[in-house]
């Protein structure tokens, strides 16, 4: 298990737009609180390298990587709620809310991570064998094979991807864009909705979530259709839908 620590130091910077001439009311200023913190380990070592993206309103707005140090800065980020997303080799990757805003105190959250094992044996899974997950998965690839893309971890390791998404690049109607991390793929000019282990992870892109080694399963639904009525996106419909199943 690994202790994060994300301090959230509200250094407020008000900015306001002088008025125009004649102009009856004054432009409501805009707050913007200071975004940083320090990320450490179970033996609380400084991590580094992980990745950190934040999320606003459905849409990635930036990513920074935590340094030797483990600290890890946003710089000024405009007050309201927004997620972030930490990803890093060897870990569980975790999403947590915040809510950037007044206070002039820091707010210091703890979260403790699921730590990976370092080596992973190589288990066959089949329907018999597998999780309710995995069989929710393999049902699904007997029932639903015509429309969607269905690959288990041992399809993953003979294709070897760069990145998840290139899993998906022979998929007719979409287009794989370069990104940073990794691709964004887009299906006729929209982002899929992707969810990890039946979470959603709004805005986010398929390589930001997950790396090739660490899926177990993934399904993917180029439309509407076919999707599991549970996981179904009335406001997504034409846009598709990624599943991911973690090892």
């Known amino acids: 298990m690994s202790t994060w620590f994300l ?26 609180y200071e975004l940083q913190g320090t990320i450490l380990d179970g033996s609380r070592l400084p991590l580094a390298l992980v990745e950190i993206v934040l999320i606003r309103d459905a849409a990635v707005v930036h990513t920074v990587l935590s340094r030797d140090n483990g600290r890890f800065n946003f710089g000024r980020v405009a007050a309201g709620p927004i997620l972030l997303h930490f990803r890093r080799l060897g870990y569980a990757a975790q999403t947590v809310e915040l809510v950037i805003g007044p206070g002039g105190h820091p707010s210091v959250r703890e979260i403790v991570l699921v730590e990976l094992p370092s080596q992973l044996a190589e288990i066959e899974i089949n329907a018999d064998s597998a999780d309710s997950r995995y069989r929710g998965f393999y049902e699904r690839r007997q029932q639903r094979a015509s429309f969607g ?11 070897a991807p760069p990145n998840p998404s290139d899993l998906f690049r022979t998929v007719p109607g979409i287009r794989i864009l370069a990104a940073s991390p990794g691709n964004a ?3 006729r000019g929209c982002q899929p909705m992707v969810r990890v282990d039946g979470q959603r992870v709004p805005g986010a892109e398929l390589d930001e979530v997950i790396r090739p080694g660490d899926i177990g399963a993934i399904e993917f639904y180029p439309s509407s259709a076919g999707v599991p009525a549970q996981y179904m996106e009335r406001g997504n419909r034409l846009c598709g839908m990624i599943l991911v199943w973690t090892r």
């Open 185 to 187: 793929i887009r299906i």
């Open 7 to 32: 301090r959230a130091v509200a250094l407020a910077t008000v900015l306001s737009a002088p008025p125009l001439s004649g102009q009856a009311e004054r432009t409501a200023p805009v707050a913007a």
């Open 149 to 159: 893309r269905f690959l288990e971890h041992k399809d993953i390791l003979r294709l």
